[in-house]
């Protein structure tokens, strides 16, 4: 199985947060802006996806079968 995630980049503000918590997961921009509107991963980043997705303070990060709390 694999991690589907779901980024609203037009509503990216560039906090760089979910890149900090989950490096792994998220790639950013040279201007620390989270730019891929959708990629999967491999089931064993499942928890850190889930670890970038909450720390969004914009909540634009979504991930299939997961919710935001
Ligand atoms: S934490 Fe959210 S707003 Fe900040 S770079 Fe990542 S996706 Fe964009």
Redesign the pocket.
């Known amino acids: 199985m694999t991690v589907k995630i779901r980024?609203d980049v037009k509503c990216?503000?560039?906090?760089?947060?979910?890149?900090a918590v989950a490096p792994e997961v998220?790639e950013?921009d040279d201007n620390?802006?989270?730019t891929t509107p959708y990629k999967e991963v491999d089931e064993s980043l499942r928890k850190q996806a889930i670890r970038g997705m909450r720390?969004?303070?914009?909540k634009?990060?979504t991930i299939d079968d997961e919710d935001g709390r």
Not at 12 to 19: L, N, Q, T, W
Not at 55 to 58: G, K, L, Q, S, V
């Open positions: 980024v990216c503000v560039g906090h760089a947060r979910c890149a998220y950013l620390g802006f989270n720390a969004c303070p914009e634009v990060i």
